[in-house]
């Protein structure tokens, strides 16, 4: 299973980005997918995440209301809209898989969102 995640970048407080996570070797509908991020310092935090068969969705409350979290199973990628960012969102965003154990055992190589005036 790998995951590639993007849609990274420097942004505005206020402003938004998308990040996609492009999933191979495993389908979506067969592993829940979860948005991580680290910033300097601090430890990994949980962002959201969808489940596999029904979609089930979940916040964190730092970024409830202002992140939705969608997916195209079509083109097996999950998305993480990300509005109104403020400078404490900055961090370097993982996209992660689930395997058959129930953990996040396949992780994405990471994108850098930077939200700075």
Not at 19 to 48: M, Q
Not at 57 to 64: E, F, G, M
Request: net charge positive.
């Amino acid at each position: 299973v790998q995951l590639q995640a993007s849609g990274g970048g420097l942004v505005l407080p206020g402003g938004s980005l998308r990040l996609s996570c492009v999933v191979s070797g495993a389908t979506l509908k067969d592993n829940g997918i979860g948005w991580f991020r680290e910033a300097p310092g601090k430890e990994r935090e949980a962002v959201s995440c969808i489940s596999n068969e029904y979609g089930s969705i979940k916040y964190a409350p730092s970024v409830k209301g202002r992140f939705s979290i969608s997916r195209d199973d079509a083109k097996n990628t999950v998305h993480l809209q990300m509005n109104n960012l403020k400078p404490e969102d900055t961090a370097v965003y993982y996209c992660a898989a689930r395997s058959t154990t129930g953990s996040y055992d396949y992780w994405g190589q990471g994108t850098q969102v930077t939200v700075s005036s």
